[in-house]
């Protein structure tokens, strides 16, 4: 099985660096941003953001996963023999199955709502907005989701053109895409863009958006991936 990497566990940034043609360790030099005040080793992958309008360096997006978290997040299944192939962030997961295009991608979640944003197999940003008991009509939620997706439009102007696709509970999906179609009056996609026909038992089961980051932890290819 692929477990999905919590987010309070994962380390993100987004770190103005040399230019790759410099011939400077990208990586290495993310790998240390994302290490200040964090003990022990830890696993990063970087992504090569484009420039925007104020960019003043070329900027990346970076992510890292803590071992110790990483252990942490094994030993259940471990000391259940449950054989874990990897550890994936759900930014990455949702990639794979969202299309190839500029796109935003917001998930509803009963607790927070996370907000994703991609060009092609590039994941550009990510955020997760705790509900913290509020709904998704709240002043503050509404500031917070509003304020983002207007951060996204101005850093990166390929999302001006990109679209927006909604995924989760479908309650709470539809609450979130009126409210992006009351603010933005955009067209707001509703449903995966990959065909599934359950087979087996799970044959007849109807796997709607809700069901998105399971798919696509569920299509990961250890040998490809992130979190190989």
């Given at each position: 099985?692929?477990?999905?990497?919590?987010?309070?566990?994962?380390?993100?940034?987004?770190?103005?660096?040399?230019?790759?043609?410099?011939?400077?360790?990208?990586?290495?030099?993310?790998?240390?941003?994302?290490?200040?005040?964090?003990?022990?080793?830890?696993?990063?992958?970087?992504?090569?953001?484009?420039?925007?309008?104020?960019?003043?360096?070329?900027?990346?997006?970076?992510?890292?996963?803590?071992?110790?978290?990483?252990?942490?997040?094994?030993a259940p299944f471990l000391r259940?023999?449950?054989?874990?192939?990897?550890?994936?962030?759900?930014?990455?997961?949702?990639?794979?199955?969202?299309?190839?295009?500029?796109?935003?991608?917001?998930?509803?979640?009963?607790?927070?709502?996370?907000?994703?944003?991609?060009?092609?197999?590039?994941?550009?940003?990510?955020?997760?907005?705790?509900?913290?008991?509020?709904?998704?009509?709240?002043?503050?939620?509404?500031?917070?989701l509003m304020g983002t997706v207007?951060?996204?439009?101005?850093?990166?102007?390929?999302?001006?053109?990109?679209?927006?696709?909604?995924?989760?509970?479908?309650?709470?999906?539809?609450?979130?895409?009126?409210?992006?179609?009351?603010?933005?009056?955009?067209?707001?996609?509703?449903?995966?863009?990959?065909?599934?026909?359950?087979?087996?038992?799970?044959?007849?089961?109807?796997?709607?958006?809700?069901?998105?980051?399971?798919?696509?932890?569920?299509?990961?290819?250890?040998?490809?991936?992130?979190?190989?």
């Open positions: 099985m692929t477990v999905a990497i919590p987010y309070d566990r994962l380390l993100s940034a987004i770190v103005e660096l040399p230019p790759r043609s410099s011939g400077a360790p990208i990586e290495t030099l993310a790998r240390a941003e994302l290490a200040k005040g964090i003990d022990g080793q830890h696993e990063v992958h970087v992504w090569d953001l484009p420039p925007g309008r104020r960019a003043r360096a070329s900027e990346y997006f970076a992510i890292g996963l803590p071992h110790i978290a990483a252990n942490e997040l094994l259940n023999g449950v054989e874990v192939e990897a550890l994936e962030p759900e930014a990455s997961a949702l990639m794979r199955i969202t299309g190839a295009n500029s796109r935003v991608v917001l998930v509803a979640g009963a607790r927070t709502i996370g907000i994703y944003a991609y060009e092609a197999s590039t994941t550009l940003f990510t955020r997760t907005i705790e509900l913290s008991g509020e709904t998704i009509d709240s002043d503050r939620i509404r500031s917070s207007d951060y996204l439009a101005e850093r990166f102007p390929l999302l001006e053109e990109a679209s927006v696709i909604v995924l989760g509970d479908p309650a709470a999906s539809d609450r979130l895409a009126a409210s992006l179609q009351r603010e933005y009056e955009t067209v707001v996609e509703r449903e995966l863009r990959i065909e599934i026909r359950p087979v087996g038992w799970l044959a007849g089961f109807e796997l709607d958006s809700r069901w998105a980051i399971a798919i696509g932890l569920a299509s990961t290819r250890v040998e490809q991936e992130v979190a190989a």
